[in-house]
């Protein structure tokens, strides 16, 4: 690899303390959280999140510290207490429900709080960061 392939490369991580940085994490960790991969014969996401409801107590437990990185990443962004308060709600309820043991997965596959926390970020960003707007198809 040539030192500016590596430069090129370097430049496309999101290590970066700015929005748009901040914008690729949170969607990333959301991505590995709720969306890996697609359960066969549906259209319904699943993700690192429902797996580890399979395992009772600690699973939900790492499920929950996991979901609370992006309130973490929303305080480093100035966002409101309400608007943590709420993060902290979907986490927190997220939590609570899988810690009900194997059937605490299913609920998760329809509450997902971390879903829920990006869709939060993305409209304080796109309120105060509008430079950092992307378009989903």
Same mark, same amino acid.
């Given at each position: 690899?040539?030192?500016?392939?590596?430069?090129?490369?370097?430049?496309?991580?999101?290590?970066?303390?700015?929005?748009?940085?901040?914008?690729?994490?949170?969607?990333?960790?959301?991505?590995?959280?709720?969306?890996?991969?697609?359960?066969?014969?549906?259209?319904?996401? !699943? /993700?690192? @999140?429902?797996? *580890?409801? $399979?395992? +009772?107590? %600690? &699973?939900?437990?790492?499920?929950?510290?996991?979901? =609370?990185?992006?309130?973490?990443?929303?305080?480093?962004?100035?966002?409101?207490?309400?608007?943590?308060?709420?993060?902290?709600?979907? !986490? /927190?309820? @997220?939590?609570? *429900?899988? $810690?009900? +043991?194997? %059937? &605490?997965?299913?609920?998760?596959?329809?509450?997902? =709080?971390?879903?829920?926390?990006?869709?939060?970020?993305?409209?304080?960003?796109?309120?105060?960061?509008?430079?950092?707007?992307?378009?989903?198809?």
């Amino acid at each position: 690899m040539a030192p500016t392939d590596f430069a090129a490369f370097a430049d496309r991580l999101p290590v970066g303390r700015d929005p748009a940085s901040v914008r690729r994490r949170i969607e990333a960790m959301e991505r590995m959280l709720e969306g890996m991969f697609t359960l066969p014969g549906t259209t319904r996401k !699943v /993700g690192l @999140d429902v797996i *580890l409801d $399979l395992v +009772p107590v %600690v &699973g939900s437990t790492i499920g929950a510290a996991l979901g =609370s990185w992006l309130i973490w990443e929303a305080r480093n962004l100035g966002m409101s207490k309400w608007q943590m308060a709420r993060m902290a709600g979907n !986490v /927190g309820t @997220d939590w609570a *429900l899988g $810690l009900i +043991p194997w %059937v &605490g997965a299913i609920p998760d596959l329809f509450f997902k =709080s971390n879903t829920r926390n990006l869709r939060i970020i993305k409209r304080h960003l796109d309120r105060h960061h509008p430079s950092t707007v992307t378009i989903s198809l």
